[in-house]
């Protein structure tokens, strides 16, 4: 099946900076998904990105499905942003429709 | 303006006794997917369904587990005869569509022990 890689795996930033979360993954797809799971173990949809840019707010994502990978980017860091953030795909080579996920990055904002 | 409700939000369960979980969609959507998560690991998935049918279990368990989600009522995820591996928080989704975005319950923390 489809293999799905992000790096880093954790990251510990002050309140204000910026970050770039790497997702790579091995196969097309037509289905990537960024979450956010929160210390309390909830998941948030950010965005569903299969190609291009989005943004929302201060978060960003973009997809280059061609070269495998997408970014997700956090700008002017605050303590709720902390959690860990996965990345999932569905691949465009049939199989499940059920997405596979990353192993995420663990992301502690200090204030 | 409901989201995915799973409930129980913590289930205990001695080791051989069954576990019951729930999710109810959110309003309108038809495809529920099923995900493990092991401590400290990714979502894992385990199947996905529509109304009445099962599209893709190709992620549970041939034994013990089994899922249905009928024509009315929440999506059910049993699990058999439980074993202390079997503790795991577990998580259903919703989605419109097949490809769009899923959305996540909080949760079902199932402690076998």
Known sequence: GIQVEQSPPDLI???GANSTLRCNFSDSVNNLQWFHQNPWGQL???FYIPSGTKQNGRLSATTV???RYSLLYISSSQTTDSGVYFCAVGSSGGGADGLTFGKG???IIQP | NAG???NPRHLVRRRGQEARLRCSPVKGHSHVYWYRQLPEEGLKFMVYLQKENIIDESGMPKERFSAEFPKEGPSIL???QVVRGDSAAYFCASSLQGFESLHFGNGTRLTVT
Do not use: K, W, Y
Request: charged share 15%.
């Open chain 1, 13 to 15: 930033l002050q309140e």
């Open chain 1, 44 to 46: 948030i949809n950010l």
């Open chain 1, 65 to 67: 499905a061609t070269e």
């Open chain 1, 105 to 107: 990055t663990h992301l």
């Open chain 2, 4 to 6: 995915v409700m799973q």
């Open chain 2, 78 to 80: 049993r699990i058999q």
